[in-house]
């Protein structure tokens, strides 16, 4: 049993009905069932708008709401299982089955189907839609609004390399917790680029390093790199794009950059933040 507090939901006076007997809680309750309405929400540790982000849910993600009070819900996330408050306002009914999903860093929606008519929001690469029609150019969308069509996938539908759509993000703003082109973060970019190519990560760098692949033998590990190798660092993660360059989002750069991995190395090193700990190569 996982009681990492990131992905258990349960608290001292609350917790999920499946964690009883295995945890302690003044109640258990079962959870009901959402989806995000709205563009991007922020998960929290706490129930405060003063609580730093700890990640966040893309439009038609599904969760499990567990308690809801003065406009907070504590919840876990259904696709990488992170526990925290979202604001309630921004969760909906679940409604008509997922049938797209954003293949673009970022697409708008528009009240019509032109691109002249102001838009009235936009969604981010990865976000989950229900498509009722397509009109010309444009897929209307069972909840009101039209989309670029060009801008969509089948939800089935899979890409087959992950670099490419990490490198779409190139000079994409750093947000902590971010995982959008809005503002994303190390590890919020390897989880949304694999996303897309359906293979599922975990949120968070520790996490993605004991989960993900398989690491290079320690000696070997930095001389005989390749495209889609992960280059971890303790809180650190990047992707390799060739032997020898390194793509990752950075608070030193404030943005996601393309650049030598000898040279990341060397300026994270004299930041007292540590060498390399592992490579990781997937399969």
């Not at 498509?131 to 969509?152: I, P, Q, S, T």
């Not at 992960?230 to 950075?250: P, Q, S, Y």
Request: aromatic fraction near 8%; charge should be negative; charged fraction near 20%.
């Amino acid at each position: 049993m996982n009681l990492d507090r990131r992905l258990t939901p349960a608290r001292p006076d609350l917790a999920a009905a499946h964690l009883l007997g295995q945890v302690e809680a003044a109640r258990f309750v079962e959870g009901r069932v959402l989806r995000v309405g709205a563009s991007l929400v922020d998960l929290r540790r706490d129930p405060q708008p003063d609580s730093g982000v700890e990640t966040q849910a893309l439009f038609g993600e599904r969760v499990t709401v567990y308690e809801e009070y003065e406009g907070w819900a504590w919840a876990q996330l259904e696709g990488d299982g992170y526990v925290g408050y979202l604001p309630a306002a921004g969760l909906i009914d679940v409604g008509a089955a997922s049938t797209h999903r954003v293949a673009a860093p970022w697409t708008f929606v528009y009240p019509g189907a032109s691109m002249k008519l102001p838009c009235s929001g936009g969604l981010p690469l990865g976000a989950r839609l229900s498509v009722a029609a397509e009109e010309g150019d444009f897929a209307r969308l069972a909840d009101g609004g039209f989309v670029w069509r060009a801008h969509l996938a089948s939800a089935e539908a899979a890409e087959s390399d992950f670099v490419a759509v990490a490198e779409r993000f190139l000079n994409a703003p750093y947000l902590w917790g971010g995982k959008s082109w809005r503002g994303v973060d190390c590890s919020g970019l390897v989880q949304i680029a694999l996303a897309a190519c359906a293979a599922a990560a975990p949120r968070d760098t520790d996490l993605q390093e004991k989960a993900l692949g398989a690491p290079l033998p320690a000696g070997d590990a930095l001389a005989d790199l390749r495209r889609g190798d992960l280059v971890f660092w303790k809180g650190h993660v990047g992707i390799m794009r060739d032997a020898e360059t390194l793509l990752h989002a950075n608070g030193y750069h404030m943005q996601v950059v393309s650049e030598p991995l000898a040279a990341a190395r060397k300026r994270i090193l004299a930041a007292g933040a540590g060498d390399v700990t592992s490579v990781r190569r997937l399969g």
